[in-house]
């Protein structure tokens, strides 16, 4: 059975909810940020990078969102969350994951984790106090050019989507102006009436037990 | 026919190689990075997000690296670029360059492009002091946990080969310790013993027309 760890208000909701789509048997293993467990020796013999998620399949470990989101989508195809059969279109859904990732996740990660980049505290409060600015051109982006409707890819629901539902969570704590952007929380707002979203968020919510 | 808009020097070196060993029929379109030309309107008109590369097709353009290596492997499946067959497999491929994108290429942008996440001096220089150690660090998990060989994914050559050996491009102007990474190193001399590497490396370098 897949395992996905994953910590709350992170990207790993992206693949918590594709997996609820496609109906996978799967458990959750839940990574406590507050300890730091997943800088502990535990965690990082998962993996390495000591970030969520990761998911543990039956042939090894998995991290990084947008090859988890297509692995989910090629590993039960009935669900139809991905173009697997047209090269281009696929490659389009990728192209949108990559920006999430490399571009828009990080400009977000600014905000908390400047140790990341510089060590140094000024500089963490300068990186801290551009993020409204970073992510919201991000988001912008997203608008203006890349969001289809109803879905981000247009007619057909795809692991796009919870993605982007995951890192618009981020919004209103990144200080991004949402007048700005109607298209992006209208699909924030319609993903939120999906069943699949709804039990996701709960299991994430649920107290640690 | 396939267009790929580049840079020399940049990310773009990756498709380009990939293209290569695929047997592509393309054309490159050099980018002026030197007057902007990435930031003015014909190449924005290309790619809104105002970087390189892009690959323009028939049935439109593609963006961000791992969505362009994926899909080149998949448009050329002679080639053996990926493993197309094997959903675990080719997750395994995608989180490779989804860590390059998302981190790597992302820490050493952090040297010219703290625009991009600052608006001071001062943290630019600051993040600038800190690339030999976050590009290092990179560099170090790729060595150690993610370099199978002879190749990134072991005895099979895929698109994860070009990709590093475009951003090992970086390791001297980032600073980088060489001593630390031996098997980054000989991989990188292993690649350019490969044809397809070195017609892509002299048309890049070939004088503007």
Known sequence: MLQLYFAPNTCALATHVALEEAGAD??????????????????????????????????????????????????????GLAPLDDAFAFAQLQAFNSYLCSTLHVAHAHGR?????????????AMQRFVPKSVGACFELIEQHMLARPWVMGETYTVCDPYLFAVAQWLEGDGVDL???????????????????????????????
Do not use: C
Request: aromatic letters at 10%; charged letters at 30%; zero cysteines.
């Open 26 to 79: 799967y458990a959750t293993v839940r990574v406590d940020f507050r300890s730091n467990e997943q800088r502990g020796p535990a965690y990082l013999a998962i993996n390495p990078k000591g970030r969520v998620p990761s998911l543990v399949t039956d042939r090894g470990i998995l991290t990084e969102t947008p090859a988890m989101l297509a692995f989910v989508a090629q590993t039960f195809p009935a669900a």
């Open 179 to 209: 007048e700005r952007i109607p298209r992006v929380i209208d699909h924030r707002r319609r993903m939120l009436e999906r069943p699949a979203v709804q039990r996701a968020f709960a299991a994430e919510r649920a107290p640690i037990s």
């Open 113 to 125: 984790r400047g140790y990341r980049w510089a060590d140094d505290e000024a500089a963490f409060a």
